[in-house]
């Protein structure tokens, strides 16, 4: 059994405003007091990082942004820094997430610069990576998680990578109801465990914790978690809701014991 502490982070993505998202969190706050074994995280939209903040605070779930922009500040309309992240509340942020590479056009250069700000201003970046369907089906998803994984990690010193969270999120299983079988998706992990390893070492790439994501709900999450190298879940639309949130992290909670 892994000794790795199970993470399970909840994307918000475009959804709940900021009134919304405090009645979310203080629902979900009362249902996961007694959660001891694994990290929870949040990721609410910018507008709602303070208030949630404030809900949450002192409570056994931390707070993440779901992007940031490279530079410090100044004229970039639009985007969020890691500092003010950090002023917030965040202890994480997502990067990279197949949102951001395919609906906004990131790329892996811009996503190293992302995890590499995120790193030193003290933000633990949730690293996502994942295949698209036409790269699976024709056999391109190792050739593409190691890429995004050697650009995106590129000069990421040994003693922030262990402050890293990788997420391997397939894209065809992302909000489609569709997840990768635990069989799949402990395949892809073990592979991903192998890059931390060439890029990082032995040691240190065992202690990274690697997230499943993509459909994550209440009813796989027991099978999904309970893979090798499976450290934990990225959960979209069942995040939303605190009741099926909760049910995935005691499912994190009983695979960590
Ligand atoms: P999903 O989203 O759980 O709705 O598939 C996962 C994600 O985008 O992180």
């Given amino acids: 059994m892994s000794k790795r502490r199970m993470i399970v982070g909840g994307n918000w993505k475009m959804f709940k405003t900021p009134s919304e998202a405090i009645s979310t969190a203080k629902a979900l706050k009362v249902k996961v007091i007694n959660v001891q074994d694994v990290e929870i995280v949040i990721c609410p939209p910018f507008p709602d990082l303070v208030p949630v903040h404030e809900m949450i605070k002192g409570s056994n779930i931390k707070l993440g942004g779901q992007n940031l922009y490279w530079e410090d500040q100044g004229a970039f309309t639009g985007e969020v820094s890691a500092r003010m992240l950090k002023d917030a509340g965040c202890d ?13 056009g990131e790329q892996n250069h811009e996503i190293n610069k992302k995890v590499r700000k995120a790193l030193a201003e003290g933000l633990t970046p949730i690293f996502c990576v994942g295949e698209k369907i036409d790269e699976r089906k024709s056999g391109l998803t190792e050739k593409i998680v190691e890429e995004q994984m050697r650009t995106g990690l590129a000069e990421v010193s040994l003693s922030a990578a262990e402050d890293l969270v990788v997420a ?29 390893g060439e890029l990082f070492g032995e040691e ?18 027991d099978q999904l978690m309970s893979q090798n190298n499976i450290d934990g879940a990225l959960v979209g639309g069942a995040s939303l809701d605190a009741e099926s949130f909760a049910a995935i992290i005691k499912s994190a909670e009983n695979v960590a014991r």
């Fill in 168 to 196: 391997y999120e397939p894209v065809w299983a992302i909000g489609t109801g569709e997840n990768a079988t635990p069989d799949q998706a402990a395949e892809v992990h073990a592979f991903v465990r192998r890059i931390l």
């Fill in 92 to 104: 994480y942020v997502i990067v990279g997430h197949s949102e951001r590479r395919h609906v906004f």
């Fill in 204 to 221: 240190l790439s065992i202690t990274i914790r690697i997230q499943y994501g993509g459909s994550v709900k209440p009813a796989n999450a």
